[in-house]
């Protein structure tokens, strides 16, 4: 079977591809084993100011292109994988982008966001049970689901390094 060539802007989309699924996988990795355990050992009231201005100022065009534009880059890349015939890569893309829009992106617009918001629209109480109590009761759910997003973009990481393997054994 002869090989089919890997042309340039098929290679550029899959390192695109590669780059922003490392980033936001990156993301989410560093909440995992750092930030909020940090947040975990401090005083409650501290963890709540310091969560609130962290997910105010996420919301960035340094954070956008890794959050809004992995899954439509690997999706793109998937289809151009196609398109170039290298059927193998286009569905490790595919799977990657689907896997990154339903499993991080929704997940983070459906359960992560929302708390995210009510967290902020709840004042700070100087109590310390009650922060307590109400950091205790945001934390651990939020890190579950922050767990699952972690996950899913490191397969998603996987599956695009699949997808450059691939397109890489077809030259």
Do not use: K
Request: net charge positive; proline share 5%; aromatic share 10%.
């Amino acid at each position: 079977m002869p090989r089919t060539p890997v042309p340039l802007y098929l290679s550029t989309a899959a390192g695109l591809s590669l780059l922003l699924s490392a980033a936001i996988f990156g993301f989410f990795y560093a909440w995992v084993c750092s930030t909020m355990w940090g947040l975990d050992a401090i005083d409650p009231r501290v963890a709540i100011a310091a969560m609130n201005g962290m997910n105010a100022s996420v919301r960035n065009a340094v954070f956008a292109p890794a959050f809004f534009g992995t899954g439509p880059i690997l999706l793109a890349t998937a289809g151009l994988a196609a398109l170039a015939g290298h059927r193998g890569a286009a569905g490790c893309f595919v799977a990657a982008g689907a896997a990154y829009l339903a499993g991080a992106f929704a997940v983070t617009l459906a359960v992560n966001v929302p708390m995210n918001q009510a967290l902020m629209a709840a004042p700070v109480p100087q109590d310390i049970e009650t922060a307590a109590q109400l950091w205790q009761d945001y934390s651990g759910r939020w890190q579950v689901y922050n767990l699952i997003r972690t996950l899913v973009t490191a397969t998603v990481l996987g599956l695009c390094a699949m997808g450059i393997v691939r397109l890489a054994q077809a030259r």
